[in-house]
């Protein structure tokens, strides 16, 4: 499904219709394109043809599909267009498409897909033998390999993945070899933690929704890597795992993501 999505955003893009939309703050601008619209209807038809039963939740037209299986709240996040803008300004990088399945609670499966470069990265811990992955891999011009964080240098000789500039959190980079400031999808942007080109994320403070917070918390646990929340009256860290959410809801406070193996340092 994902790199049918990926198929649907590359083809899509060459002759766009942007539809304007209100964002999550109730003021803001935002957009969705035929290229999200398609990729969605693609994903939901797949579900409804091979996971009969299970929920879904969706960023277009408000989808909301309850779960029918008895006993159980097992559904999928979907994400068809992540970094619309981004595909709007015909970026060749920070759009992506991403998936999730939670089931009971627990995050089962996800995937990200890299719209520019065809990469998927994500874990399937469903399933038994052949179709059971559940280590996070990196599909990859065709190959299939391990997806490993960088733990070996330390965060001294590494950077700093900020979402916005150095001015919302004055100080963070002085741990860090220096800072990068990205944006676009945010899926392709903390899969640059995933493959060990930069050393920690931070996340300022936005609106959290199941499409975009479920595949990235579910791939980035997986890797070994933690949350923590940041006391802005002192720097204080505090550990901390964020809620599975199922609407869209404020998150107040920053947050900074660096692996198990670098606790020590900070």
Known sequence: MVNKAIQIIQQECHELTIENKVAYDGVGEDFATNGDKKAQEMYVREIKKHFP????IGEEENLRVPCTIAGHDIFFTLDPLDGTKAYKRKQSHGVGTMIALVEDGKIVAAYVGDANTGEVYGYCAVGDG????????????????????????G????????????????????????????????????????????????????????????PVLGITLRLGFKFFKIDPNNGNLEEHIP??????????????????DHIREL
Not at 53 to 56: A, D, L, N, S, T
Not at 130 to 153: C, I, M, Q, W, Y
Not at 246 to 251: D, G, H, L, S
């Open 53 to 56: 039963g299970v929920g879904m």
């Open 130 to 153: 052949a179709d059971k992955d559940d280590e996070v891999v990196r599909h990859r011009f065709g190959r299939k390999s391990l997806l490993k964080p960088n733990t070996e240098e």
């Open 155 to 214: 965060l001294k000789d590494q950077y700093i993945l900020l979402r916005d500039g150095p001015h919302t959190f004055p100080g963070i980079e002085k741990k860090f070899k220096n800072l990068e400031v990205g944006g676009g999808s945010i899926g392709t942007h903390v899969a640059r933690l995933w493959k060990g080109e930069v050393g920690a994320v931070m996340l300022e403070p936005n609106y959290e929704t199941p499409w975009d917070l479920v």
């Open 243 to 260: 809620e599975i959410v199922k609407e869209v809801v404020r998150k107040p406070y920053h947050e900074l993501v660096v692996h198990s």
